[in-house]
């Protein structure tokens, strides 16, 4: 439970740098970009685990949502760079 709530909190953060990275007159597009995957992701796992546990046990749903959390993970450590604005080209 306590990770959870961890999980919450490092989810504002996340809000906060998108806010910090995006260009100035974009930073409302890409909130909504930002807040579009994470409600796709909220509506696709579940129905994807729902399969899962249907048809097998706790396993491979569970096999699932660790291997998110890897992917995640590498690609915050491998494919985020320096932390910067990006700058408008207007």
Do not use: H, Q
Not at 8 to 26: D, H
Not at 43 to 53: F, M
Request: aromatic share 14%.
């Amino acid at each position: 439970m306590s990770i959870a709530f961890f999980a919450t909190g490092l989810a504002s953060i996340t809000w906060s740098l998108v806010a910090s990275l995006a260009p100035k007159r974009l930073i409302g597009l890409t909130g909504g970009v930002f807040n579009f995957v994470g409600g796709l992701s909220a509506v696709i796992t579940p129905a994807i685990i729902g399969y899962l546990a249907d048809g097998t046990s706790f396993f491979y749903p569970l096999l699932f949502i660790v291997c998110l959390g890897f992917i995640g993970a590498l690609s915050y450590i491998f494919l985020v760079g320096k932390i910067e604005r990006i700058e408008d080209r207007v």
